[in-house]
């Protein structure tokens, strides 16, 4: 309230977005009463927990209406503002490495014939977005032999995993 602060008032809200916004908040519109003497009143905004990973998100409060005797100022800035909820449920990704889908395999044949480690990392959550993953595999095959020498340059790097995509392997 601006002006005077006799009566109530109730005042009357929606969210807007240029998204579909179903499912996210409790209540997409409602009202608020601000009681004789008073100036203000809290509109709560309660969104809705999900796990569907999701990019930031921009909403609109609107003052839609008054009642009770008072009237909605003639400026929209005033009767609206911007409300931004940030990237969240891990839009781009949790990435780990999954036990069942790791493998040694033999590669070539007679006297070529060698062994490979095969690493899949497994990307779950939100697939949004190319992301670039870090790995540094190392250990010992025996006392003599380092996995760095088996692996030489390949034991350490990047692995890229474009938008979309869920898994991928370093050979």
Do not use: C
């Not at 601006?2 to 209540?27: C, K, P, Y």
């Not at 009767?79 to 590669?107: C, E, K, M, Y």
Request: charged letters at 20%; hydrophobic letters at 40%; a negative charge.
């Amino acid at each position: 309230r601006r002006e005077g602060v006799m009566g109530n008032i109730t005042v009357h809200w929606q969210i807007q977005s240029d998204s579909d916004i179903t499912g996210d908040f409790l209540a997409s519109s409602g009202s608020v009463m601000i009681p004789e003497g008073q100036r203000e009143a809290a509109i709560t905004l309660s969104l809705l927990p999900d796990t569907v990973p999701e990019l930031e998100e921009l909403y609109y409060l609107q003052l839609t209406s008054v009642e009770g005797g008072a009237t909605l100022d003639a400026n929209p800035n005033l009767t609206r503002t911007h409300i931004r909820v940030p990237a969240n449920d891990d839009p781009h990704g949790v990435f780990f490495l999954n036990p069942l889908r790791q493998s040694v395999v033999v590669v070539g044949s007679g006297s070529k014939v060698s062994r490979a480690l095969i690493v899949n990392v497994t990307r779950i959550a939100g697939l949004f977005g190319n992301a670039s993953v870090g790995y540094k595999i190392s250990g010992r095959v025996d006392e003599v032999m380092d996995i760095q020498e088996i692996l030489g340059g390949r034991a350490e790097g990047r692995l890229l995993l474009i938008e979309g995509q869920s898994f991928s392997q370093i050979t």
